[in-house]
């Protein structure tokens, strides 16, 4: 019996030998590995094929959008409602403060969560008083950043985009979850008088963090500009850097 076991471990030892010499390299975390032979990447496991079906569609949409291929998205790359002057305000509490019309009131005794104010939505022309039917949008979303340059980024600098106020606006959540990652060649304001707007401040972020505009992107933003001899709609009253 002992021997007989022994004999088995000798063949599965050689069975292993075997299959990392015809697929060199070590499985991934997601059951991957790439052929270090020949730069193929090969999948053994479910998790890993789905995976890179998602991986060829971003590199396809990209094509197709012309712009760099990034990889995938995770939001939990880019770190957002911080609270980087520890007061238990993070980033959402203290954006709603400060554009708030009036003063605001809070869920809680210690004054982290914001409970009601008066906010001005540009996208739709309406007022809220009730913060939770209120999101924080960024105007160049996160995923849009990361495919458009962003995901060459540091932790740092993800932190920063994703904190910046002046990416910041407090909007009814149907409008944001409406807009989700889309540019504005996808996706433009229910509230026309606030295009002009819209896209000199998408322009402005996009500058500064010097992040990629495709041609269709860029083609919507001239258009955007002839909308700014029309009146505006009042604006919001910009967070404090």
Known sequence: MYYALLTLLALLTLLISNTLQAHPGSLNQQGGHTDRSTGDYHCHHAPCSTLHRQQQKAQQDATDAQRA????????????WTDADQDCQDTRAELLIA??????TFTDPDQCTVATGRWYDPYTNRTFTHAGDLDVDHFVPLRHAHGHGGDQWDKALRQQFANDPDNLIPVSASANRSKGARSPDQWLPDNRLYWCEYGRHWKRIKQRYQ???TPQEADA???LL????M???PKTTKPRP
């Open 99 to 104: 554009s708030s019309r009036q003063t605001v």
């Open 211 to 213: 992040l990629m505009v």
């Open 231 to 233: 009146p505006s709609t």
């Open 226 to 229: 002839t909308h700014c001899s």
């Open 221 to 223: 933003l001239k258009q």
């Open 69 to 80: 291929f990034s990889g995938l998205y995770d939001r939990n790359l880019w770190p957002h």
